[in-house]
């Protein structure tokens, strides 16, 4: 179905109407502060400078482009973006060519972080035309919104020729342009519904269902370099937690051999900061050694869970050593005052590009000492393995089995190791630090939550088990107001724009995950009070899916997020969330909608399941016997921390000190004892008092 719409749309293509035509231009630049000085993105006052005449999406832009019959230019990025930064340098900061900008168009700058809602219309009308993705997004629009021609970044020369032949054609052959945007719409809406099965019924849940698509996922897995195969490899933390699920389900070491495999190859590439912890966004080879250096809070929260659960499973302390800096690099890095976590860290700085993390030969061993056994562990070379005489710290192996190579002491190597990275972390600190954005989003704090409260459950530190509650109430001051909506950016002490549904799906989830760890009814009556929410403003009646964004409040289209991306899937991450809460609270209703949504995408998710990984964990909890486990009495989370060191992905833990009301719950209090019962499917086992007697239950 996707691909007849592209061939659709590439027949609609404006063939031969883009005239080539040159400007000269001008390498003055206008100092003076155009609209976006007002915005509450720093990405976008990042072009508050520009001399092009920028508004925010809203009706003001709108407005003006249908009075003065503009086609829209809408330019989207984010501040990590290095040729988001790139194209504002030789295009966006040259008058001549804003000039033309400012003349033919009505000029919109997005931050795709807070409209993301924006993005994924214009950046479906980008994959329809050319197949292609990526930021910066620039799309072109009637003066109603909608697209008409999308592309990405582009050299002066040639983004001065576009925007001749985009104005030449609007103009000239406006008929035709209408005409392909009606088409292109169609094909935006068609391929949100094209795979959604609406009149779905029970499919069979099955451990063959979910086997067929654990060997569809297996075939695309990278067996040499983990990870998912491809020339660029993203972390994808969703694809390592599906293995390590179905590993836990069937028992199967070929699925943890490939989890654990992909942990060990992103911790020891050089997509991680070994000096300071965190991961970067990607890589552009296969190896994880090259990275796109800037480092996401959503990347770095999901990869904190990942290995909590490795290190659930496998108790090995690389794992926790992982998250452990990994959390040091958010808390260092990404911290915000009272609770919350900002947005990302730049790729670049003044002296560019990653050039804050590489090193020379020179440079390093001045550092690290003349020792070649440290230069060597990191391949740091005279040659330099990235740019000529500049390299990547990157290792391939542990520092045990680096160690082991070698034939030297473990201990004293290990030792050595540390102090060469301290030092060098010194000496790195005293460079330009890339900028920080500073805009807190409510789902990507959600996933840092979720992340702390894994961390806590793996390992049972107490700070952890803080971190997470203190993001918690940051969320619920800062982001959900007196009518239980949530907000998407808090920054500068105020919040600005509604949640999506990305917000309300990664909020019910980590605060019932917060419950799970902690017993605090609060935090699970505040995910229902979510959850009731977006099924009140979201839900889609005719799909069983939930829409994206809560109200037709901008005149393009209301999107439906099916498939994962960097996160995945909110409409997944919400049938989850609704079918854990329908069987805590008994309510079929939350168990009913959650069912449907799964039923409605199976068609799409057995078809291209590498890009439904979560749905496919999703399968995974269904096919497999679930259990709700009840721990009461007055050691309650004492036994708790006990049970959660296991990694138990079918089980959803709740307890209490004293008596409760929850259904399962219920009459379960004993005075003077703390009780374990393990349930499924409404029958409770015989209660035990020793935590390894209820694991066994389990199991």
Request: glycine share 6%; net charge positive.
């Amino acid at each position: 179905m996707l691909i007849r719409i592209v061939k659709k749309m590439k027949r609609l293509l404006l063939n031969g109407v883009i005239l080539i035509i040159l400007f000269g231009c001008s390498d003055t630049q206008n100092k003076k502060q155009n609209r976006l000085q007002f915005a509450s993105s720093p990405y976008l006052k990042e072009h508050a400078d520009n001399p092009v005449n920028w508004y925010e999406w809203g009706p003001e832009a709108l407005s003006k482009a249908k009075q003065e019959n503009k086609p829209l230019l809408i330019s989207i990025g984010y501040a990590s973006c290095h040729w988001c930064h790139e194209m504002a340098r030789e295009s966006f900061m040259d008058t001549a060519v804003a000039r033309i900008m400012n003349e033919k168009f009505i000029c919109i700058k997005v931050d795709r972080e807070e409209r993301p809602d924006i993005d994924q219309i214009y950046m479906n009308a980008l994959q329809l035309l050319t197949g292609n993705s990526g930021w910066p997004l620039n799309a072109f629009a009637l003066p109603d919104g909608k697209p008409f021609y999308a592309g990405t970044y582009y050299s002066k020369k040639n983004w001065i020729s576009l925007l001749q032949g985009v104005s030449n054609a609007y103009n000239t052959k406006h008929n035709l342009v209408v005409t392909q945007a009606g088409a292109l719409l169609n094909g935006i809406a068609e391929q949100d519904l094209s795979l959604i099965d609406t009149g779905a019924v029970a499919v069979k849940k099955s451990i063959p269902v979910y086997t067929t698509l654990y060997d569809s996922i297996y075939k695309q897995a990278d067996l040499v370099n983990g990870g998912l195969k491809g020339t660029q490899k993203f972390p994808t933390p969703a694809f390592a937690e599906f293995l390590l699920q179905h590993y836990y389900i069937t028992r199967n070491k070929e699925s943890v051999n490939i989890a654990t495999g992909t942990l060990n190859k992103m911790a020891l590439g050089g997509i991680y900061d070994h000096l300071a912890g965190g991961f970067s966004r990607y890589t552009i080879d296969s190896s994880w050694r090259v990275p796109h250096f800037e480092k996401m809070l959503y990347d770095n929260g999901q990869m904190v869970s990942v290995y909590a659960h490795a290190y659930q499973i496998t108790k090995n302390d690389f794992y926790k050593n992982i998250l452990t800096e990994t959390l040091g690099f958010i808390e260092k890095e990404l911290a915000a005052p009272l609770g919350g976590y900002y947005s990302s860290l730049n790729a670049d700085t003044k002296d560019g590009e990653g050039e804050f993390y590489t090193w020379s030969k020179k440079d390093f061993t001045g550092v690290a000492g003349a020792d070649e056994t440290i230069a060597d562990y990191f391949h740091v070379s005279q040659e330099g393995n990235w740019k000529p005489g500049n390299n990547i710290l990157y290792a391939g192996k542990s520092p045990l089995e680096f160690a082991i190579d070698k034939k030297l002491d473990p201990v004293a190597f290990t030792g050595k190791l540390l102090d060469a990275k301290n030092n060098l972390l010194k000496e790195r600190n005293k460079r330009t630090k890339p900028s920080v954005d500073t805009k807190i989003i409510t789902a990507w704090n959600c996933i840092m939550l979720k992340g702390y409260a894994d961390a806590y459950a793996a390992t049972g530190t107490e700070a952890y088990l803080e971190k997470a509650k203190s993001c918690a109430f940051f969320i619920e001051r800062n982001m959900i107001g007196k009518d239980g909506s949530l907000q998407r950016n808090f920054i500068n002490g105020k919040a600005a724009i509604n949640g999506f549904l990305d917000d309300y799906a990664w909020a019910a989830s980590s605060f019932l995950k917060l419950y799970e760890v902690s017993f605090d009814n609060h935090w699970l009556m505040l995910s229902r009070q979510i959850a009731d929410r977006a099924i009140k403003n979201f839900f889609n009646n005719k799909t069983g899916l939930f829409y994206y964004s809560e109200s037709q409040t901008d005149p393009v289209l209301r999107k439906t997020e099916v498939a994962d991306d960097a996160v995945p899937s909110s409409n997944a991450v919400l049938a989850k969330t609704l079918y854990v809460l329908g069987n805590i609270f008994n309510d079929t209703n939350y168990t009913a909608k959650g069912l449907q949504m799964y039923y409605s995408v199976m068609d799409r998710v057995k078809k291209i399941p590498r890009y439904h990984i979560q749905w496919c964990s999703f399968a995974g909890l269904l096919s497999a016997r679930s259990y709700e486990v009840a721990i009461m009495g007055k050691d309650a989370l004492a036994r708790n921390q006990e049970l959660q060191r296991n990694y138990l992905p079918t089980s959803f833990v709740m307890g209490s000190t004293k008596e409760e009301a929850l259904p399962l719950l219920l009459n379960k209090f004993v005075a003077g004892k703390t009780l374990i019962y393990v349930c499924t499917d409404k029958l409770c086992k015989r209660p035990e008092e020793i935590t390894a007697k209820a694991i066994a239950q389990i199991k």
